[in-house]
């Protein structure tokens, strides 16, 4: 990470001088339009509560303030990251997780409980505050430093800052009271500084913390929860496959042994039967080992892995590939799985005719690198997770590696799964 300055961690060098000018400039513009625009959203907010009982024409209101919120708060954040070289990221808008109004109803919910939208837009009611004060120390300054001449004027009295009236005698005494105003709207910059930069900085690394946490959560859970499924799997192949194939086999080497003198010939047929078994199963303990880790993958890549898939697979697949060079194992591990879930779900329950696979390199938020892979298939759709399900394990190993997720499957058709699984190691 780029080396910090002292006073905040995650702040950035700048030249002094400049940034404090360009303080003095954002504060003066808050400070003539920032308030104004705060009594506009407060008008808002009142109105949208008094309208809410008006056939909820209020609602529509409030939803349209919680956006202009959100932009403000938005803006702030890139302002004060810029301003004083914060390397914080920036407020992003909760989406909806799917289509629908519930879904874009819960997406506004989650939106006006974003606890760092509502900092940073605390930020920015300080910063209009702090720069109507500082404004204030300003006029102060200009107007008492020209008051302390008053004496070079006839004047008696002279008009002062906010309607003050200072009698002539006193005017001198008035330029150490223009110090004091100079003295206020500096302190005004350093403290809009070290407020903000506290509020917005923060917020961003609670924020990214919390994030972090939830994500390890999820990661965590995810990973148990597809070792237990892939441990359930395997007992449950060997037990209904492998095992009975391989008893098989020892009862019929065990007759072959009791005819092998009083029967040769059968004893020979008896062993032919037992050794085809055992090849057999040998075949089912292969694609069983290839369930829990396909050996293409460390060899080929994910390009060949999928090749291999599509050329087993029960459906005519139609594979489109474009990826440059290799990825990390537990990404490339991921998507190959998940597209090998899919298929083998699309071949047992969709009565599909034909899938299409696509899979590319795209890049997400911070340049961050993902494996992106969306299944298609023109089945009868409806396919829903559940607990122990096929896309149950894909959820959990998606999830385990830190991806994400989504499936589009309505009843008719068609299904889409789309899974995205970032590249870091």
């Known amino acids: 990470m780029t080396s910090t300055q002292q006073g905040h961690p995650g702040m950035l060098p700048a030249r002094p001088g400049l940034r404090l000018w360009s303080t003095?400039?954002?504060?003066?513009?808050?400070?003539?339009?920032?308030?104004?625009?705060?009594?506009?959203?407060?008008?808002?907010?009142?109105?949208?509560?008094?309208?809410?009982?008006?056939?909820?024409?209020?609602?529509?209101?409030?939803?349209?303030?919680?956006?202009?919120?959100?932009?403000?708060?938005?803006?702030?954040?890139?302002?004060?990251?810029?301003?004083?070289?914060?390397?914080?990221?920036?407020?992003?808008?909760?989406?909806?997780?799917?289509?629908?109004?519930?879904?874009?109803?819960?997406?506004?919910?989650?939106?006006?409980?974003?606890?760092?939208?509502?900092?940073?837009?605390?930020?920015?009611?300080?910063?209009?505050?702090?720069?109507?004060?500082?404004?204030?120390?300003?006029?102060?300054?200009?107007?008492?430093?020209?008051?302390?001449?008053?004496?070079?004027?006839?004047?008696?009295?002279?008009?002062?800052?906010?309607?003050?009236?200072?009698?002539a005698s006193d005017a001198p005494w008035m330029f150490l009271v223009a110090i004091l105003g100079a003295a206020l709207a500096v302190g005004m910059i350093f403290l809009h500084r070290v407020i903000t930069v506290s509020i917005v900085g923060t917020s961003a690394?609670?924020?990214?913390?919390?994030?972090?946490?939830?994500?390890?959560?999820?990661?965590?859970?995810?990973?148990?929860?597809?070792?237990?499924?892939?441990?359930?799997?395997?007992?449950?192949?060997?037990?209904?496959?492998?095992?009975?194939?391989?008893?098989?086999?020892?009862?019929?080497?065990?007759?072959?042994?009791?005819?092998?003198?009083?029967?040769?010939?059968?004893?020979?047929?008896?062993?032919?039967?037992?050794?085809?078994?055992?090849?057999?199963?040998?075949?089912?303990?292969?694609?069983?080992?290839?369930?829990?880790?396909?050996?293409?993958?460390?060899?080929?890549?994910l390009d060949a892995a999928l090749s291999a898939i599509a050329g087993r697979s029960h459906i005519p697949v139609q594979l489109d590939v474009q990826l440059a060079g290799r990825y990390p194992r537990h990404a490339e591990a991921a998507v190959y799985f998940a597209i090998a879930e899919a298929l083998t779900n699309a071949a047992k329950h969709s009565r599909a005719s034909s899938c299409r696979v696509t899979v590319r390199e795209r890049t997400g938020e911070n340049a961050q690198r993902t494996l992106w892979a969306r299944i298609e298939d023109n089945g009868t759709g409806g396919a829903r997770i559940t607990p122990g399900g096929g896309l149950d394990g894909i959820t959990n190993r998606v999830a385990a590696a830190g991806g994400t997720f989504t499936l589009d499957s309505p009843q008719g058709g068609p299904t889409a799964l789309e899974v995205s699984v970032p590249c870091a190691s």
């Not at 008492?144 to 003050?164: D, K, N, Y």
């Not at 441990?231 to 008893?247: K, N």
């Open 205 to 301: 690394l609670q924020t990214e913390l919390t994030e972090r946490v939830r994500t390890t959560t999820v990661q965590r859970e995810g990973a148990m929860r597809a070792a237990e499924l892939e441990r359930t799997r395997i007992e449950r192949d060997l037990h209904d496959g492998v095992q009975p194939r391989l008893v098989s086999v020892a009862m019929t080497l065990g007759l072959a042994h009791q005819q092998i003198d009083t029967d040769p010939q059968q004893a020979k047929a008896l062993v032919a039967e037992a050794h085809a078994s055992t090849k057999s199963a040998i075949t089912e303990l292969r694609q069983l080992t290839r369930g829990i880790y396909a050996s293409v993958l460390d060899d080929r890549g």
């Open 24 to 167: 003095l400039l954002q504060m003066a513009a808050l400070g003539t339009f920032g308030m104004v625009f705060i009594s506009v959203l407060a008008a808002w907010f009142a109105a949208g509560v008094a309208l809410t009982f008006l056939l909820g024409f209020g609602l529509i209101l409030l939803t349209g303030l919680l956006y202009v919120v959100f932009g403000t708060a938005r803006m702030e954040v890139r302002r004060v990251a810029d301003l004083y070289r914060l390397q914080v990221p920036d407020l992003y808008w909760i989406r909806q997780q799917a289509p629908g109004f519930g879904a874009w109803v819960r997406s506004l919910l989650k939106n006006l409980g974003h606890g760092r939208m509502w900092a940073a837009f605390g930020s920015f009611a300080v910063s209009c505050f702090l720069g109507t004060t500082m404004l204030g120390g300003l006029e102060w300054m200009i107007r008492l430093s020209i008051t302390s001449f008053a004496p070079l004027t006839e004047s008696e009295s002279i008009s002062g800052p906010f309607g003050l009236t200072v009698p």
